[in-house]
């Protein structure tokens, strides 16, 4: 099993419905993070989470919201979808001294 | 906050040639910057990092120079083959206490 699973890996939602995406770790980290990546715009910060009480913005969180579940889970909704956010999204975790990330495969969602 | 600058944003390289990717920070707080690697389909990887008190390090045909006074570090890939064909990104950050800032990434191809 990967060490970190997004599910879904492709969704294709209509605008204005709710969607969530889900992202679960078996690397015993306490640290989550959401990035989007667009063409030409690199991976950029939506939320992450130091632990499992700790929730905080990152550059582009209008228009989303998180959940962290557990130390293992950590979900990213989107409210009420625009085209906008049609883009890949990424679930990536670390640990406090183990600084590098380990990213998920994916998830890559379309808003028609 | 951090910002992270990445140049340039393709390259093309003959196989067996030498690419050499560009970053620029601009919070001189930052020591930490890792390397990731993103093949068409996956997530990015790391594939090399370096903090602040080192000037050089590296892996195999991998390597990654600093200077700090200059607020830039570089990647530098020798003997490129085709396999080396990915998206790379650089990124930034003071460990423990931010997110990774990721620069916009760069696409090379390895003719052969």
């Known amino acids: 099993d990967a060490d970190v699973t997004q599910t879904p890996r492709n969704r294709i939602t209509k605008t204005g419905k709710r969607i969530m995406l889900e992202c679960s770790q078996t690397k015993g980290h306490d640290r989550m993070y959401w990035y989007r990546q667009d063409p030409g715009l690199g991976l950029r910060l939506i939320y992450y989470s130091f632990d499992v009480k700790d929730i905080n913005k990152g550059e582009i969180s209008d228009g989303y919201s998180v959940s962290r579940q557990a130390q293992a889970k950590f979900s990213l909704s989107l409210e009420s979808a625009i085209p906008n956010q049609t883009a890949l999204y990424f679930c990536?975790?670390?640990?406090?001294?183990?600084?590098?990330?380990?990213f998920g495969s994916g998830t890559r969602l379309t808003v028609v | 906050g951090e910002n992270v600058e990445q140049h340039p944003s393709t390259l093309s390289v003959q196989e067996g040639d030498s690419a050499v990717i560009k970053c620029t920070y601009s919070d001189s707080a930052s020591n930490y910057f890792p390397w990731y690697k993103q093949e068409l389909g996956k997530g990015p990887q790391l594939i090399i990092d370096?903090?602040?008190?080192?000037g050089e390090k590296k892996d195999q045909r991998i390597a990654v120079t600093l200077n700090k006074t200059a607020k830039h570090f570089s990647l530098h890939i020798t003997e490129t083959q085709p396999e080396d064909s990915a998206v790379y990104f650089c990124a930034a950050s003071i460990p423990g206490n931010t997110p990774l800032v990721f620069g916009k990434g760069t696409r090379l191809s390895v003719i052969a």
């Open positions: 990536a975790v670390s640990g406090e001294k183990d600084y590098g990330y380990t």
């Open positions: 370096i903090r602040s008190n080192v």
